[in-house]
């Protein structure tokens, strides 16, 4: 699995995998916000799992939407955790766990 990190035209950081980009590569932010906002639920749930959702530009709009629901984010590489660890860290708070399957460390935090 090749993975590059990049620019997106927008200055936001973005990726590709073995040459596929997991994010726009115009403005990723403003992609997920319509993606989100899409999301019709007549309820507020107690916790949202996300799955491999590359870089979290998602966290700020769900935690937009949905107030008191935790967030746990299952990234599927180390790398991708990392990066978004050291880009969106002001995003992480008690409400959002991220793990990554192949760094089981992390799961550590889960039992907060």
């Not at 992609?31 to 799955?51: M, T």
């Amino acid at each position: 699995m090749d993975l590059f990190f990049s620019q997106a035209k927008n200055n936001e950081t973005t990726f590709s995998v073995d040459g596929i980009y997991y994010h726009s590569r115009y403005n990723p932010s403003a992609e997920v916000e319509k993606w989100i906002n899409q999301i019709e639920c007549n309820f507020i749930p107690k916790v949202i799992i996300v799955l491999g959702c590359g870089l979290p530009f998602c966290i700020k709009f769900i935690k937009e939407k949905f107030i008191t629901s935790k967030i746990l984010i299952i990234q599927y590489d180390d790398k991708i955790l990392k990066k978004a660890e050291s880009e969106f860290s002001k995003l992480f708070d008690k409400s959002v766990i991220q793990i990554s399957t192949s760094n089981y460390k992390c799961s550590e935090n889960l039992s907060e």
